[in-house]
């Protein structure tokens, strides 16, 4: 078993939908939660952090965590065809922050 | 300012080949880490340099080495290609004590082993 699994899509919407990509986890000692973009051929770049549980809101994008069910969420409200890419989910635990952990990526289409 | 900066974007090795790999983090930034992103597969880590030195490493072999320079780049050495190295290499550079939010990835290199 994987420590992140993540649904890979892929995932085809159009658009103004709202978005719903999740990740869960198995490892208890992750507190550092990111999701990244990844545009075709390119490197990921990074969208949202949190640390710990809670949410957190940048935009139209929504982050949220929670820890006890080892789950984590990223909402894309009013989806562009710009956000057509590949969303990664990462985590990281105390004394590794820098050290991380990917889901496999959902391939997400937003549709004109 | 110049993000993290990969060469050579695209090779292509035989099997069995040895092969290098660059990287030029951020500017400020001390600690480079090294993934390889399979096609279809999210980015697997292979391991840190800070200070020169390997400091974490990931579930790969030892055919996979690196090094890092007194200005922080980095090399990522890979002996005896075998046909699954194939795959996305990417760099990630982050600052002193970042946090995850500071980490940065460059574009990659492309490796493909026929």
């Known amino acids: 078993q994987k420590e992140v699994e993540q649904d890979p899509g892929p995932l085809s919407v159009p658009e103004g939908a709202i978005v719903s990509l999740n990740c869960t986890y198995s490892?208890?000692?992750?507190?550092?939660f990111m999701w990244y973009r990844q545009y075709s051929r390119k490197g990921p770049e990074l969208l949202m952090y949190?640390?710990?549980?809670g949410n957190k809101e940048d935009g139209r994008f929504t982050a949220q965590v929670d820890k006890s069910s080892k789950y984590i969420s990223l909402f894309i409200r009013d989806s562009q065809p710009s956000d057509s890419a590949t969303y990664l989910c990462?985590?990281?635990?105390?004394?590794?922050?820098?050290?991380?952990?990917f889901g496999s990526g959902t391939q997400l289409t937003v549709l004109p | 300012d110049a993000g993290v900066t990969q060469s050579p974007t695209h090779l292509i090795k035989t099997r069995g080949q040895q092969v290098t790999l660059r990287c030029s983090p951020k500017?400020?930034?001390?600690?480079v880490s090294w993934y390889q992103q399979a096609l279809g597969q999210g980015p697997q880590f292979i391991f840190q340099y800070y200070e020169e030195e390997e400091r974490q490493r990931g579930n790969f072999p030892d055919r996979f080495s690196g090094h890092q320079f007194p200005n922080y780049s980095s090399e990522l050495n890979v002996n005896a290609l075998l046909l699954g190295d194939s795959a996305l290499y990417l760099c990630?550079?982050?600052?002193?004590?970042?946090?995850?939010?500071?980490?940065?990835f460059g574009e990659g290199s492309w490796l493909t082993v026929v």
């Open positions: 990462a985590m990281s635990g105390p004394g590794s922050a820098r050290q991380l952990t």
């Open positions: 500017s400020g930034h001390d600690t």
């Open positions: 490892n208890s000692a992750f507190q550092y």
């Open positions: 990630a550079s982050s600052p002193p004590g970042g946090a995850g939010n500071t980490i940065y």
């Open positions: 949190t640390y710990s549980s």
